[in-house]
């Protein structure tokens, strides 16, 4: 066995197999006669990387459009609460009823076209025979309203004594009083469609000038909308519309909105005068 070598002669750490240059490597080229040795790519991480955040601004003006958009939305439900809280609970079958039937007449107009003959009195067998056809001759708002009360199917007794709707409007008053459906404007009632607007009512003489089927609500501080019969607005007399009508819709314009008078269903038969 031969002399063991200084150890200054031994291999430095690291020194890898022979002909190893530690000016040769990976990440430097290789020298001219040399093969090149493998590069390797990094390690690709465990799970991809989250994108890059937005800028502060954008993500500031993102947060300010959902907050406008938001507020535009509750504002928006905020409106259809109010009004159908101002239009009251959904129409029962009744009412419905009763405004279909006296839009149904809408642009009815007497015959002859010059007087009061028309076709509501005189199924009520109520009025004057004096117009050649089968129209009986009365002023006539009262038995319009009686008349679509009855055929959408509320109660109605008519007959020409006091306690019955006739063809005098304030009959719907008196009719009110004694089955508790009264409202005099002023008090909390809600006007509902289906009901009857009494206008121009003395309650110390019982008389009124006017009468209409309301048929739409437009809440406590506004009149309602109204049809009318006996109406002159656009004819002598006629079914008309009447929009937040104040006043009647009769020869006494300035006579007043008083109450509403709502209707019941139907619970006995029809007694005609």
């Given amino acids: 066995m031969g002399p063991v070598p200084p150890r200054s002669a031994r291999p430095t750490p690291h020194s890898g197999c022979p002909g190893w240059d530690p000016a040769f490597s990976q990440n430097r080229p290789a020298p001219s006669g040399r093969p090149a040795l493998a590069t390797f790519a990094p390690l690709s ?14 993500r500031v003006r993102h947060r300010r459009f959902l907050t406008f958009v938001l507020v535009l939305v509750l504002a ?13 609970p959904p129409l029962s079958p009744l009412r419905a009823r009763i405004v279909a039937v006296a839009q149904g007449q809408v642009g009815y107009r007497t015959d002859p076209s010059d007087t009061y003959c028309n076709k509501f009195s005189a199924y009520w067998y109520a009025g004057t025979d004096d117009c050649g056809n089968d129209n009986l001759d009365e002023e006539w708002c009262a038995d319009f309203a009686a008349w679509v009360w009855q055929q959408a199917g509320a109660d109605v007794q008519y007959k020409l004594e006091p306690g019955y709707l006739n063809s005098n409007s304030a009959s719907f008053y008196v009719w009110g009083i004694d089955h ?6 002023g008090s909390v009632y809600n006007p509902q469609p289906g009901d009857v607007a009494v206008y121009g009512l003395d309650t110390s003489a019982v008389s009124a000038v006017h009468v209409a089927i309301v048929s739409a609500s437009t809440g406590n501080d506004a009149a309602p909308d109204v049809i009318d019969g006996d109406g002159d607005r656009t004819g002598y007399s006629v079914v008309e519309v009447g929009d937040h009508q104040a006043f009647a819709d009769a020869k006494q314009k300035g006579a007043p909105l008083s109450g509403y008078v709502s209707p019941t269903p139907a619970s006995s038969a029809l007694v005609r005068g």
Avoid: D, E, I, S
């Avoid at 991480?45 to 954008?58: F, I, K, S």
């Avoid at 259809?80 to 809280?85: E, F, H, N, P």
């Avoid at 508790?180 to 404007?185: E, S, Y």
């Fill in 180 to 185: 508790g459906t009264w409202h005099p404007v």
């Fill in 76 to 88: 928006g439900a905020g409106v259809l609460v109010v009004r159908q809280l101002r239009r009251g």
């Fill in 45 to 58: 991480p465990t799970r991809p990387l989250a994108p890059p955040l937005p800028p502060r601004r954008a």
